[in-house]
Protein backbone atom coordinates (compact mmCIF):
# COMPACT_ATOMS: atom_id res chain seq x y z
CA UNK A 1 0.00 0.00 0.00
CA UNK A 2 1.37 3.53 -1.03
CA UNK A 3 1.69 5.88 1.91
CA UNK A 4 -0.79 8.74 2.83
CA UNK A 5 0.92 11.60 3.98
CA UNK A 6 -1.29 14.20 6.15
CA UNK A 7 -0.36 17.16 8.00
CA UNK A 8 -2.37 16.76 10.75
CA UNK A 9 -1.16 20.31 11.50
CA UNK A 10 -2.37 21.72 7.87
CA UNK A 11 -5.93 19.84 8.64
CA UNK A 12 -6.67 21.99 11.73
CA UNK A 13 -5.52 24.68 9.80
CA UNK A 14 -8.34 24.13 7.43
CA UNK A 15 -11.02 24.32 10.23
CA UNK A 16 -11.09 28.11 11.12
CA UNK A 17 -9.89 30.73 8.40
CA UNK A 18 -7.83 32.46 11.25
CA UNK A 19 -5.25 29.80 10.95
CA UNK A 20 -4.61 29.90 7.06
CA UNK A 21 -1.14 30.21 6.45
CA UNK A 22 0.98 29.43 3.55
CA UNK A 23 1.38 25.66 2.89
CA UNK A 24 3.95 24.43 0.23
CA UNK A 25 3.03 22.14 -2.67
CA UNK A 26 0.14 24.43 -3.50
CA UNK A 27 -1.27 24.18 0.28
CA UNK A 28 -1.69 20.76 -0.23
CA UNK A 29 -3.26 18.43 2.77
CA UNK A 30 -2.92 14.82 1.61
CA UNK A 31 -0.96 12.83 -1.09
CA UNK A 32 -1.02 9.11 -2.44
CA UNK A 33 1.92 8.88 -4.93
CA UNK A 34 1.82 12.28 -7.68
CA UNK A 35 -1.28 13.13 -6.61
CA UNK A 36 -2.29 16.28 -4.64
CA UNK A 37 -4.99 16.87 -2.66
CA UNK A 38 -5.30 20.51 -1.85
CA UNK A 39 -6.79 22.84 0.99
CA UNK A 40 -8.87 24.40 -1.80
CA UNK A 41 -10.30 20.79 -2.26
CA UNK A 42 -11.47 20.39 1.43
CA UNK A 43 -13.08 24.25 1.44
CA UNK A 44 -15.69 23.07 -0.82
CA UNK A 45 -17.03 20.59 1.84
CA UNK A 46 -16.85 22.77 4.38
CA UNK A 47 -19.28 25.22 5.94
CA UNK A 48 -20.25 27.99 8.52
CA UNK A 49 -22.76 25.79 10.18
CA UNK A 50 -20.74 22.82 11.88
CA UNK A 51 -18.59 23.01 14.76
CA UNK A 52 -14.53 22.85 14.80
CA UNK A 53 -15.19 18.86 15.91
CA UNK A 54 -17.41 17.93 13.20
CA UNK A 55 -15.48 19.91 10.66
CA UNK A 56 -12.05 17.64 11.70
CA UNK A 57 -14.27 14.81 11.30
CA UNK A 58 -16.02 15.70 8.02
CA UNK A 59 -12.17 16.71 6.81
CA UNK A 60 -10.59 13.36 7.75
CA UNK A 61 -13.81 10.97 6.39
CA UNK A 62 -13.30 13.04 3.05
CA UNK A 63 -9.41 12.25 2.66
CA UNK A 64 -9.83 9.49 3.97
CA UNK A 65 -12.55 8.22 1.15
CA UNK A 66 -9.76 10.74 -1.49
CA UNK A 67 -7.47 8.62 -0.57
CA UNK A 68 -8.79 5.13 -1.39
CA UNK A 69 -10.09 6.32 -4.66
CA UNK A 70 -6.68 7.89 -5.52
CA UNK A 71 -4.71 3.76 -4.34
CA UNK A 72 -7.80 2.30 -6.33
CA UNK A 73 -7.06 4.59 -9.16
CA UNK A 74 -3.57 3.97 -9.45
CA UNK A 75 -3.92 0.19 -8.79
CA UNK A 76 -6.79 -0.03 -12.01
CA UNK A 77 -4.15 2.08 -14.33
CA UNK A 78 -1.44 -0.79 -13.51
CA UNK A 79 -3.63 -3.63 -14.04
CA UNK A 80 -5.89 -2.57 -17.01
CA UNK A 81 -4.21 -2.49 -20.61
CA UNK A 82 -3.07 0.34 -22.50
CA UNK A 83 -6.22 -0.74 -25.01
CA UNK A 84 -9.03 -0.15 -22.29
CA UNK A 85 -7.76 2.85 -20.52
CA UNK A 86 -7.49 4.04 -24.04
CA UNK A 87 -11.25 3.35 -24.04
CA UNK A 88 -12.09 4.83 -20.84
CA UNK A 89 -10.20 8.23 -21.60
CA UNK A 90 -12.56 8.13 -25.13
CA UNK A 91 -15.88 7.83 -23.33
CA UNK A 92 -14.72 10.42 -20.69
CA UNK A 93 -13.72 12.86 -23.39
CA UNK A 94 -17.51 11.89 -25.09
CA UNK A 95 -19.36 12.40 -21.80
CA UNK A 96 -17.28 15.99 -21.03
CA UNK A 97 -18.72 16.93 -24.42
CA UNK A 98 -22.30 15.58 -24.36
CA UNK A 99 -22.31 17.89 -20.86
CA UNK A 100 -21.68 20.76 -22.25
CA UNK A 101 -23.47 20.45 -25.81
CA UNK A 102 -26.58 19.13 -23.44
CA UNK A 103 -26.57 22.48 -21.25
CA UNK A 104 -26.25 24.34 -24.35
CA UNK A 105 -29.19 22.74 -25.99
CA UNK A 106 -31.38 23.07 -22.51
CA UNK A 107 -30.50 26.61 -22.46
CA UNK A 108 -31.69 27.67 -25.90
CA UNK A 109 -34.52 25.33 -25.54
CA UNK A 110 -35.73 27.21 -22.20
CA UNK A 111 -34.89 30.97 -23.92
CA UNK A 112 -36.23 30.55 -27.09
CA UNK A 113 -38.94 27.61 -27.84
CA UNK A 114 -42.59 28.22 -28.14
CA UNK A 115 -43.55 26.02 -25.04
CA UNK A 116 -47.18 26.84 -25.56
CA UNK A 117 -49.66 24.31 -26.74
CA UNK A 118 -53.26 25.84 -27.66
CA UNK A 119 -56.34 23.84 -27.29
CA UNK A 120 -56.41 23.06 -30.90
CA UNK A 121 -53.35 21.40 -30.96
CA UNK A 122 -54.24 19.50 -27.62
CA UNK A 123 -57.00 18.59 -29.63
CA UNK A 124 -55.78 17.72 -32.72
CA UNK A 125 -52.96 15.20 -31.57
CA UNK A 126 -55.61 13.66 -29.14
CA UNK A 127 -57.62 12.95 -32.22
CA UNK A 128 -55.09 11.50 -34.00
CA UNK A 129 -54.12 9.58 -31.60
CA UNK A 130 -56.84 8.49 -29.57
CA UNK A 131 -56.24 5.10 -29.84
CA UNK A 132 -53.37 4.74 -27.51
CA UNK A 133 -54.81 6.52 -24.87
CA UNK A 134 -57.33 3.57 -23.77
CA UNK A 135 -57.93 3.32 -20.05
CA UNK A 136 -56.52 0.50 -17.75
CA UNK A 137 -58.67 1.58 -14.85
CA UNK A 138 -62.23 2.98 -14.19
CA UNK A 139 -62.47 6.69 -14.01
CA UNK A 140 -65.10 8.37 -12.06
CA UNK A 141 -66.89 12.03 -11.54
CA UNK A 142 -67.97 12.56 -8.20
CA UNK A 143 -68.13 14.05 -4.81
CA UNK A 144 -67.63 13.40 -1.80
CA UNK A 145 -67.76 14.14 2.10
CA UNK A 146 -66.65 11.72 5.11
CA UNK A 147 -68.01 13.32 8.49
CA UNK A 148 -67.61 12.25 11.64
CA UNK A 149 -69.46 9.71 13.83
CA UNK A 150 -72.53 11.57 15.59
CA UNK A 151 -72.20 14.40 13.08
CA UNK A 152 -74.88 16.66 14.30
CA UNK A 153 -76.20 18.07 10.91
CA UNK A 154 -76.08 15.33 9.09
CA UNK A 155 -79.78 15.71 7.56
CA UNK A 156 -78.85 19.04 6.45
CA UNK A 157 -75.65 18.14 5.21
CA UNK A 158 -77.31 15.33 3.21
CA UNK A 159 -79.63 17.43 1.60
CA UNK A 160 -77.55 19.80 0.67
CA UNK A 161 -74.85 17.24 -0.35
CA UNK A 162 -77.47 15.71 -2.56
CA UNK A 163 -79.19 18.84 -4.18
CA UNK A 164 -76.03 20.73 -4.90
CA UNK A 165 -77.48 24.01 -5.63
CA UNK A 166 -75.74 27.54 -5.45
CA UNK A 167 -76.95 28.01 -1.75
CA UNK A 168 -76.05 24.35 -1.02
CA UNK A 169 -72.14 24.91 -2.44
CA UNK A 170 -72.06 28.21 -0.27
CA UNK A 171 -73.45 26.28 3.02
CA UNK A 172 -71.24 22.90 2.38
CA UNK A 173 -68.31 25.44 1.97
CA UNK A 174 -68.85 26.93 4.96
CA UNK A 175 -69.04 24.06 7.24
CA UNK A 176 -66.17 22.02 5.49
CA UNK A 177 -64.12 22.91 8.60
CA UNK A 178 -66.14 20.69 10.18
CA UNK A 179 -66.20 17.90 7.90
CA UNK A 180 -63.02 14.85 7.93
CA UNK A 181 -62.19 14.77 4.16
CA UNK A 182 -64.32 16.39 1.29
CA UNK A 183 -64.22 17.14 -2.59
CA UNK A 184 -67.12 19.18 -4.33
CA UNK A 185 -65.02 19.25 -7.65
CA UNK A 186 -67.95 16.63 -9.53
CA UNK A 187 -66.22 17.51 -12.79
CA UNK A 188 -62.52 16.29 -13.00
CA UNK A 189 -61.71 12.55 -13.67
CA UNK A 190 -60.22 10.67 -10.72
CA UNK A 191 -59.75 6.60 -10.61
CA UNK A 192 -61.67 4.47 -8.84
CA UNK A 193 -58.97 2.82 -7.26
CA UNK A 194 -58.41 6.17 -5.06
CA UNK A 195 -62.29 5.82 -3.95
CA UNK A 196 -61.64 2.79 -2.81
CA UNK A 197 -58.99 3.81 -0.86
CA UNK A 198 -61.01 6.34 1.00
CA UNK A 199 -64.00 4.73 1.84
CA UNK A 200 -63.37 1.38 4.08
CA UNK A 201 -66.61 -0.55 2.90
CA UNK A 202 -65.99 -0.62 -0.89
CA UNK A 203 -63.56 -3.00 -2.35
CA UNK A 204 -62.75 -3.84 -5.98
CA UNK A 205 -65.21 -6.52 -5.37
CA UNK A 206 -68.17 -4.35 -4.57
CA UNK A 207 -67.52 -1.40 -6.54
CA UNK A 208 -69.40 -1.73 -9.44
CA UNK A 209 -72.41 -1.82 -7.31
CA UNK A 210 -71.52 2.20 -5.83
CA UNK A 211 -69.39 3.64 -8.63
CA UNK A 212 -72.60 3.59 -10.89
CA UNK A 213 -73.44 7.17 -13.53
CA UNK A 214 -75.75 9.11 -11.26
CA UNK A 215 -75.72 7.30 -8.28
CA UNK A 216 -76.06 8.66 -4.75
CA UNK A 217 -74.98 6.35 -1.88
CA UNK A 218 -74.37 7.02 2.07
CA UNK A 219 -71.73 4.60 4.09
CA UNK A 220 -71.22 4.54 7.66
CA UNK A 221 -68.89 2.33 10.16
CA UNK A 222 -67.52 2.99 13.70
CA UNK A 223 -65.90 6.11 12.47
CA UNK A 224 -68.18 8.26 10.54
CA UNK A 225 -70.74 8.95 7.36
CA UNK A 226 -69.61 8.81 3.54
CA UNK A 227 -71.63 10.97 1.48
CA UNK A 228 -71.00 10.08 -2.00
CA UNK A 229 -72.55 11.55 -5.31
CA UNK A 230 -71.20 9.65 -8.98
CA UNK A 231 -71.80 12.01 -11.40
CA UNK A 232 -69.92 9.99 -14.23
CA UNK A 233 -68.35 6.51 -15.05
CA UNK A 234 -66.06 5.60 -17.51
CA UNK A 235 -65.15 1.88 -17.72
CA UNK A 236 -61.61 0.16 -18.25
CA UNK A 237 -60.83 -0.12 -22.06
CA UNK A 238 -63.02 2.62 -23.14
CA UNK A 239 -60.97 5.58 -24.31
CA UNK A 240 -59.72 7.93 -21.65
CA UNK A 241 -60.91 11.03 -22.30
CA UNK A 242 -58.53 14.35 -23.19
CA UNK A 243 -59.26 16.41 -19.98
CA UNK A 244 -57.81 13.20 -18.24
CA UNK A 245 -55.00 13.06 -20.39
CA UNK A 246 -53.95 16.29 -21.70
CA UNK A 247 -50.73 16.90 -19.52
CA UNK A 248 -49.71 13.55 -20.94
CA UNK A 249 -50.59 14.74 -24.97
CA UNK A 250 -49.08 18.16 -23.89
CA UNK A 251 -45.65 16.97 -22.52
CA UNK A 252 -45.62 14.44 -25.83
CA UNK A 253 -46.46 17.54 -28.10
CA UNK A 254 -43.69 19.86 -26.47
CA UNK A 255 -41.43 16.67 -26.91
CA UNK A 256 -41.73 16.55 -29.72
CA UNK A 257 -40.98 20.50 -30.26
CA UNK A 258 -38.34 20.15 -28.64
CA UNK A 259 -36.88 17.26 -30.63
CA UNK A 260 -37.89 19.46 -33.63
CA UNK A 261 -36.14 22.44 -32.60
CA UNK A 262 -33.11 20.58 -31.80
CA UNK A 263 -32.64 19.42 -35.38
CA UNK A 264 -33.46 22.51 -36.48
CA UNK A 265 -30.47 24.01 -34.39
CA UNK A 266 -27.94 21.50 -35.14
CA UNK A 267 -28.59 21.94 -38.98
CA UNK A 268 -28.65 25.82 -39.03
CA UNK A 269 -25.52 25.82 -37.00
CA UNK A 270 -23.66 23.19 -39.15
CA UNK A 271 -24.86 25.51 -42.35
CA UNK A 272 -23.87 28.53 -40.52
CA UNK A 273 -19.80 27.24 -39.91
CA UNK A 274 -19.82 25.63 -43.25
CA UNK A 275 -20.48 29.63 -44.82
CA UNK A 276 -17.71 30.50 -42.67
CA UNK A 277 -15.55 28.45 -43.39
CA UNK A 278 -15.12 27.37 -40.10
CA UNK A 279 -15.89 23.71 -40.92
CA UNK A 280 -14.44 21.74 -43.98
CA UNK A 281 -13.99 18.37 -45.38
CA UNK A 282 -10.78 17.52 -47.14
CA UNK A 283 -10.56 14.56 -49.21
CA UNK A 284 -9.91 11.39 -47.99
CA UNK A 285 -6.81 10.01 -50.29
CA UNK A 286 -6.67 6.43 -50.38
CA UNK A 287 -3.54 4.99 -49.12
CA UNK A 288 -2.04 3.06 -52.70
CA UNK A 289 0.44 -0.07 -52.62
CA UNK A 290 2.42 -1.06 -54.97
Known sequence: MQKIYISVFTVMLLVSCSYFKTEP?????????????LKSDIKKILNSNISREDSLIVVNNYIQSW???QILLEKAKINLSEDKQSEFEDLIKQYRADLFINAYKEGLIAKSMDTT?????????????????KLNE???KLRYISLP???ADLDHTKEAFQRFDKEDKEYLKNSAIKFKA???????????????QKIPQINTDNKDSYLKKEHFFELSDSLGVYLVAVNEVLNRTEMAPLE?????VKKIILNKRKLEFIKNLEKDLLDEATRKKEFEIFEIKEKTTE
Do not use: C, M, R
Open 149 to 151: SGY
Open 67 to 69: AQQ
Open 244 to 248: YVEPT
Open 138 to 140: DLV
Open 182 to 196: YTFNDSIWVKSSSVV
Open 117 to 133: VSQEELQHFYEEHKINF
Open 25 to 37: VEEAVAKVGDNYL
